[in-house]
Nanobody, 124 residues
Framework: QVQLVESGGGLVQAGGSLRLSCAAS????????MGWFRQAPGKEREFVAA????????YYADSVKGRFTISRDNAKNTMDLQMNSLKPEDTAVYYC?????????????????WGPGTQVTVSS
């Protein structure tokens, strides 16, 4: 049974920081790219960041570039998202996912395994 679980969400003031973590179990994903997506109420799920299987080649949405940093530890089967300088528009449920199908890093359809999500709320 493949399982991804996010943690680290919460309420923070604008300008603050949060660190999200994603723990994978059931199989190893060390040979797959992984990513973070988010979904705000009434909006479609959108790409945030992705990282290759080796931990190199991070890829960010323009809206978070320079503020968020993605990392992974294949030995622990975990992935993190350090979020700094948070803005109210970053408020959303954040999901970690494993890219299983070929295609662009920023496309939802290329990801097969998803966590249940963790809420991030940034107050102004």
């Amino acid at each position: 049974q493949v399982q991804l679980v996010e943690s680290g969400g919460g309420l923070v003031q604008a300008g603050g920081s949060l660190r999200l973590s994603c723990a994978a179990s059931g199989r190893t994903f060390s040979t797959y790219a992984m990513g973070w997506f988010r979904q705000a109420p009434g909006k479609e799920r959108e790409f945030v960041a992705a990282i290759s299987w080796s931990g190199g080649s991070p890829y960010y949405a323009d809206s978070v570039k320079g503020r968020f940093t993605i990392s992974r530890d294949n030995a622990k089967n975990t992935m993190d998202l350090q979020m700094n300088s948070l803005k109210p528009e970053d408020t959303a449920v954040y999901y970690c996912a494993v890219q299983y199908y070929s295609g662009a890093y920023n496309r939802v359809s290329t990801y097969k395994y998803w966590g249940p999500g963790t809420q991030v709320t940034v107050s102004s």
